[in-house]
């Protein structure tokens, strides 16, 4: 018999202390049933009475109140307050973020001056310069701790924000370019052949101009070096140009005879010699023949025929100069004639 008195003791207390209360027609409803710092809350405050709060505003069921609980915004935030009306039964509403742990006890307050309603409103008030009251009294609620929530008791480091302010617009334009680079990255990958073959082509092209410079150099410092006899000359021309043609047509013209170049500029050519450089292939024949012959035939009974200026193993007076100028003339065609650049590597080993 003790322990089912004990039983009814402890559900009539935990009746009482649970979310929805009530006394004497009045009861509170708290929502959610547990609640924690931070959070929002609902709390609703139903009675009934006779008096009208909505005087002369038919059909109107609902009225915004003013906070009633101004200088408590340090345990609580009041987020809304409001009133609504079924018949003769009254609904406060309230919305609130509680800031502390523990019980949060409301102080009573005046309905009529929460609404906003004059002494001379109120039907029922007996003296006119009096103000009306109807006081509301919630009941205390208890506040819950976050670690109870979620049972994590070791304070955890800041976290910095994901997207720092202000910077919304740099990370829009950051998506924009990167969208931008892929669809480049795309259209080269698609185009990679093509392109690699204009890149390949491009550093030829800067190769031959490097090596038709350099050769345009050596030659014209060679005319300026007065010191070094016909052989010598014959010998560096021979050895330049030579040098120049090796790299330009990707032949070894140091490996032929100077009889052999008109039929090596054929191979090259795919049988036939363009008439853009068939002067220029006739002129280095001719600088490698008059270059032999002052070469190898010194001193030769050769050398000692008439007319001297046609058999004598030496230079005539000029003739260095004209040779240099064969050369570069014939430099100067074969870079600038667009029908070689296409021919070049054709050549049949």
């Known amino acids: 018999m003790k322990k089912l008195f004990l039983c009814l003791l402890s559900f009539f207390i935990l009746a009482s202390i649970s979310f929805s209360q009530d006394s004497e027609g009045v009861s509170q409803v708290i929502l959610p049933i547990d609640v924690y710092v931070g959070d929002h809350a609902e709390i ?21 109140l003013e ?49 906003g309603i004059k002494p001379a409103e109120n039907t029922l008030t007996e003296e006119a310069d009096a103000e009306p009251e109807f006081i509301v009294a919630l009941y205390p609620i208890q506040i819950k701790s976050i670690v109870e929530k979620t049972d994590n008791r070791q304070m ?30 795309f259209r080269i990958l698609l185009k990679f052949n093509s392109i690699r073959k204009k890149w390949l082509l491009y550093l030829q092209k800067r190769a031959y101009k490097k090596n038709a410079d350099d050769a345009v150099k050596k030659i014209k ?54 008439s853009e450089i068939s002067e220029a292939v006739d002129n280095i024949t001719s600088m490698f023949i008059r270059t032999d012959y002052i070469r190898y035939a010194h001193d030769s009974i050769d050398s000692q025929l008439y007319p001297p200026q046609e058999h004598q193993a030496a230079l005539i007076k000029n003739e260095r100069r004209q040779l240099v100028q064969m050369i570069l003339n014939a430099i100067e065609a074969f870079e600038s004639d667009a029908n070689t650049m296409e021919t070049e590597g054709e050549v049949v080993s």
């Open 44 to 64: 609703r405050y139903t009675f009934r009475s006779a008096i009208d709060f909505f005087p002369g505003e038919t059909g109107v069921e609902h009225k915004d």
């Open 67 to 115: 906070n009633p609980f101004v200088g408590l915004e340090e345990n609580f935030s009041v987020v809304k307050a409001e009133l609504y009306r079924n018949d003769m039964e009254y609904t406060v509403r309230f919305v609130i973020v509680p800031w502390k742990v523990g019980t949060i006890s409301f102080p009573g307050f005046n309905l009529n001056k929460a609404l």
């Open 156 to 185: 955890m480091p800041p976290v910095p924000p994901i997207i720092i302010p202000g910077t919304t617009y740099v990370i829009f334009l950051l998506i924009l370019a990167a969208i931008i680079v892929l669809i480049l990255f």
């Open 221 to 274: 410092r060679l005319l300026k070096t007065s010191k070094v006899t016909d052989i010598e000359f014959c010998s560096s021309m021979q050895a330049i140009t030579r040098q120049y043609l090796d790299f330009r047509f990707d032949f070894r013209f140091s490996a032929i005879s100077s009889s052999s170049i008109p039929a090596v500029f054929e191979k090259i050519c795919a049988g036939q010699i363009p």
